[in-house]
């Protein structure tokens, strides 16, 4: 089972230009770690946004969570972009997939 990891955020008037090239480079490494499994994300019609990330173990969670570069734009995310952001983290329990596109 993964650790998934659900992060809703709301981005502050005006930052969404200078977020987007910071937003990318998160993308980029988290798919880079070892461990990652899968990221989708999705933007509600009132501009909250969703990022589910998955990772295969709790070892490979936290060395994302705790990268260097993801510290920073943490930091960044609080001081220059968020307006509000809430983070839950937790274990499947569960997990069965569906491809009905291989029948």
């Known amino acids: 089972m993964g650790i998934v990891t659900v992060f809703r955020s709301r981005l502050r008037?005006?930052?969404?230009?200078a977020y987007r090239p910071l937003d990318e480079a998160m993308s980029e490494l988290?798919?880079?770690m070892d461990g990652f499994?899968?990221?989708?994300?999705?933007?509600?019609?009132d501009g909250e946004r969703v990022t589910i990330v998955r990772f295969a173990d709790w070892a490979s969670h936290r060395a994302w969570a705790e990268h260097p570069e993801h510290?920073?734009?943490?930091r960044r995310g609080r001081d220059e972009f968020y307006s509000w952001?809430?983070?839950?983290?937790?274990?499947?329990?569960?997990?069965r997939r569906f491809d009905g596109s291989s029948a």
């Open 13 to 17: 008037d005006g930052a969404e230009d």
């Open 71 to 74: 510290r920073r734009a943490q």
């Open 30 to 32: 988290a798919h880079e």
């Open 85 to 95: 952001y809430d983070v839950s983290v937790c274990e499947e329990r569960y997990h």
């Open 37 to 45: 499994v899968d990221e989708k994300f999705f933007v509600a019609p």
